[in-house]
């Protein structure tokens, strides 16, 4: 069972800036990152293999999100830049237990509490 912890959720005003952490309790193949705002389901983010290859974004936050993982730390990182009042959310985490790269939330393992990022305009 592997265990993941995010940081760095917070408030900040629109255009600003923020660097989300997750820290695995092992080793884990693909990562991601997902969101759920209030009455809205959870959607995808972000997503990155095991060897930091292959990345993949969600259209909302292409040019303005990076994922990037440290293996040697088992940390995954999402780096949120120009970020508006409609990128306000819960931010989870997730790891894959096995090959591949998914985009869908039901093909992750594991899954983090989740990080609130608010931006005001």
């Known amino acids: 069972q592997v265990q993941l912890v995010e940081s760095g959720g917070g408030l900040v005003q629109a255009g600003g800036s923020l660097r989300l952490s997750c820290a695995a309790s092992?080793?884990?193949?693909?990562m991601g990152w997902f969101r759920q705002a209030p009455g809205k389901e959870r959607e995808f983010v972000a997503a990155?293999?095991?060897?930091?290859?292959?990345?993949f974004y969600a259209d909302s936050v292409k040019g303005r999100f990076t994922i990037s993982r440290d293996n040697a730390k088992n940390t995954v990182y999402l780096q949120m830049n120009s970020l508006k009042p409609e990128d306000t959310a819960v931010y989870y985490c997730?790891?894959?237990?096995?090959?591949?790269?998914?985009?869908?939330?039901?093909?992750?393992?594991?899954w983090g509490q989740g990080t609130q990022v608010t931006v005001s305009s």
């Open positions: 997730a790891a894959r237990g096995a090959r591949g790269t998914p985009v869908v939330a039901g093909e992750y393992n594991y």
């Open positions: 092992g080793r884990t193949f693909a």
């Open positions: 990155i293999s095991w060897s930091g290859g292959s990345t």
